[in-house]
């Protein structure tokens, strides 16, 4: 109780930002004074660059099967040990609890967290009391029912007051900076208009069912995804009034078993947090060519129309590996080179090598999310690979060289070797990853 009592001050600061004092002065008159938040929450915020940042979790929900076993090895991990800083919090793996898989594969990783440098926190989520979750969509599996459960109670788990919430098959593709994930204290957000893919429906239709609001923009468009943590409580809480129920399971297989083919927690979330807590964020979101006006009378936005604060370019940390093709792994290396690219770290000369054929490369592939499915800002916000958009990219890398030069991230490819002992144990072969 008294954990849950101090996590919740810390999320209401991490909201605010700002600590509140009030002092006496000499005269009697009361002020009011804020202080940015610094004082050590954890004992991340003495050695952490980040030091003002709130403590954030890299969230994962996932399970001990074959395939996502071998995206969170071989894709999240790799490419996280790289360009997640542990600075920024710990990761966070939400398990099944009755699983003895996932017992298993946690004890396992847990003993490599020291040589990967960065802590993990391994939280196991029991059966729903109520096992209709399980068969609620009848076109999904008993697993993926869960997960999508899940989605909705991630924040009983996740202590932190940010969730960063990303898939196994998600792959960093840049180091990650504060201002990747802050403007000011709001945290960003991504959206994009994929209206035309027909599971958007589908999506739309499960959000408006969830908390009466269509989608403003589809939102699972990229990873992490940063919700403060209480927002997915407020969240929760909106939809039993919404659907008059006492439980969210009782919520999900409701709405479920209307048996929607496709189903978007992520999306349903966001949306509620435009409607609800759009001050807390900050949104970017690319309309295509589609005139603002009419697109706020097509996604229904009524007094919630999108300003041009809410539309400016943002960049991608990672890509969609799962609908991204890239059958001759050029972006890892890509990636990696402009990572290393003028920071005091010295190259080996495989390293330089490989690195030549980039010399000139711009890393547009960070306005990019999957390619199997068009989700890219190259046709729209970055139409010709204009001028503004080459200048945010050159600008991040002015950000990720500084962090690289003083340490934070070290790019440091032994780390591979780390994960991907941890991944033998479950007879992962991972292809290079560079
Ligand atoms: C991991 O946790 C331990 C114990 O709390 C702490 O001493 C250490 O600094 C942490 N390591 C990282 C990389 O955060
Ligand atoms: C909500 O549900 C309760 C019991 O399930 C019922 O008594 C009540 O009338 C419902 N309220 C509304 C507004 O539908
Ligand atoms: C808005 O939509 C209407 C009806 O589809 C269309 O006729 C009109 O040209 C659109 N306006 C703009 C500026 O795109
Ligand atoms: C890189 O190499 C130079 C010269 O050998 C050395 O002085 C420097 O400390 C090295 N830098 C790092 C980060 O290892
Ligand atoms: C490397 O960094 C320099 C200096 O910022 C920049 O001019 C150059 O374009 C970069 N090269 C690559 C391949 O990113």
Request: aromatic share 14%; with cysteine.
């Amino acid at each position: 109780m008294t954990k849950f009592k101090i996590f919740a001050a810390i999320a209401i600061l991490g909201t605010a930002g700002y600590l509140f004092y009030i002092y006496s002065t000499k005269s009697g008159k009361t002020v009011l004074v804020h202080h940015p938040v610094s004082q050590p929450t954890t004992s991340r915020k003495t050695v952490s660059h980040f030091k003002e940042v709130p403590d954030i979790t890299l969230t994962v929900r996932m399970s001990s099967v074959a395939k996502l076993l071998k995206y969170f090895y071989c894709t999240m991990m790799r490419s996280g040990t790289l360009y997640w800083s542990s600075q920024l919090g710990n990761l966070g793996l939400i398990l099944d609890k009755e699983s003895k898989d996932d017992h298993k594969f946690a004890e396992n990783l847990q003993k490599y967290q020291k040589k990967l440098g960065i802590n993990i926190s391994f939280f196991y989520e029991p059966l729903p009391k109520d096992k209709r979750v399980l068969t609620a969509a009848k076109s999904q599996p008993r697993g993926y029912n869960r997960q999508l459960y899940s989605s909705f109670i991630m924040d009983e788990f996740i202590s932190t007051p940010i969730v960063a919430w990303i898939d196994t098959d998600g792959k960093f593709t840049t180091p990650v900076t504060r201002d990747n994930i802050f403007n000011g204290n709001k945290l960003r957000v991504k959206g994009m208009d994929t209206f035309q893919y027909t599971w958007l429906g589908s999506w739309s239709r499960y959000t408006e069912r969830m908390i009466g609001k269509h989608m403003p923009s589809d939102f699972m468009t990229y990873f992490p995804v940063y919700i403060w943590r209480d927002t997915i409580t407020n969240c929760r809480n909106y939809i039993l009034k919404h659907l008059n129920v006492s439980t969210i399971e009782e919520a999900y297989i409701r709405v479920a078993s209307t048996d929607y083919i496709h189903m978007s927690p992520v999306n349903t979330i966001m949306t509620y947090a435009f409607y609800f807590e759009k001050e807390r964020y900050d949104w970017h979101i690319d309309i295509r060519d589609v005139d603002l006006h009419n697109y706020s009378k097509l996604h229904k936005i009524p007094n919630h129309e999108l300003t041009s604060t809410d539309m400016s370019p943002d960049l991608h940390v990672t890509l969609h590996e799962k609908y991204y093709k890239d059958d001759k792994n050029i972006i890892n290396r890509q990636a990696y080179c402009a990572a290393v690219n003028n920071t005091v770290l010295n190259m080996t000369q495989d390293i330089q090598k490989m690195c030549e054929p980039f010399k000139t490369n711009e890393m547009w592939v960070l306005f990019e999310f999957c390619n199997k499915v068009k989700q890219e800002h190259l046709t729209t916000w970055c139409k010709n690979k204009n001028k503004h958009c080459s200048s945010m990219i050159k600008e991040h890398y002015d950000k990720t060289r500084l962090l690289v030069n003083e340490g934070v991230y070290k790019l440091d490819l032994k780390k591979f070797k780390v994960v991907e002992e941890a991944a033998n144990f479950h007879k992962i072969k991972c292809p290079p990853f560079l």
